[in-house]
């Protein structure tokens, strides 16, 4: 007998995506799409997606701090956490996998012992080894953050549930718009800026 298929949760979904855009607006980040990603529009295939414009593999440099890197993808499952009282994000696995990636680096560039096995020029090895104590301080922030379970993501988060709601609602109000199949865009960037921008004239009012 075939498992039953059931209609995604939405609303978790996309305050999941919310969450990792707000996020990176409240860093400063580059503000990127709201896509969904399906076979079937709204089907049990169906997954929206956040994606950083960023580098995330092999040694190219990311212009995004290591710390901020790992709040933004973090900020996913926090917001499930901080919204809507879910403890066990079924999006986490993506995103603590990234959050693996920058971690991992980190403690290959702050050693170097692994950085001498690499048989890099000369030039090139003085000036990793000038960086470790850099790399260090990064990966102690990044270690703090991961376990003390987030504060930090969840701080913001909390500052800015007001933009994480509105962000969720669009695009919440938008999926019921869609009759496309394959990738679709549900907010483009310009708009979640737009409705950050809207949230923080709120603010200081």
């Known amino acids: 007998m075939e498992p039953e298929c059931t209609e995604p949760n939405w609303k978790t979904i996309l305050t999941h995506e919310a969450g990792h855009a707000v996020a990176a607006l409240a860093l400063h980040a580059e503000v990127a799409d709201i896509k969904l990603r399906s076979s079937?529009?709204?089907?049990p295939a169906s997954r929206a997606s956040y994606s950083l414009p960023d580098?995330?593999?092999?040694?190219a440099p990311n212009p995004r701090p290591p710390i901020e890197r790992v709040i933004?993808?973090?900020a996913g499952a926090k917001a499930e956490e901080v919204l809507l009282g879910t403890t066990n994000s079924n999006g986490?696995?993506?995103d603590l996998r990234k959050i693996e990636r920058v971690r991992d680096r980190l403690m290959r560039d702050a050693d170097v012992g692994h950085l001498r096995s690499l048989g890099l020029p000369s030039e090139s090895l003085r000036t990793a080894i000038a960086n470790v104590p850099q790399a260090k301080a990064n990966l102690a922030a990044v270690e703090l953050e991961i376990g003390s379970n987030y504060p930090r993501t969840r701080?913001?988060?909390?500052?800015?549930?007001?933009a994480v709601e509105l962000i969720a609602k669009a695009a919440l109000e938008r999926l019921q718009e869609v009759e496309l199949v394959d990738e679709i865009i549900l907010l483009p960037a310009n708009q979640v800026q737009s409705l950050w921008d809207e949230c923080q004239r709120v603010l200081q009012e």
């Open 40 to 43: 079937v529009p709204r089907g």
């Open 55 to 59: 580098v995330e593999s092999g040694y």
């Open 92 to 94: 986490f696995g993506s």
């Open 155 to 162: 701080e913001i988060l909390s500052r800015h549930r007001n």
């Open 72 to 74: 933004v993808y973090a």
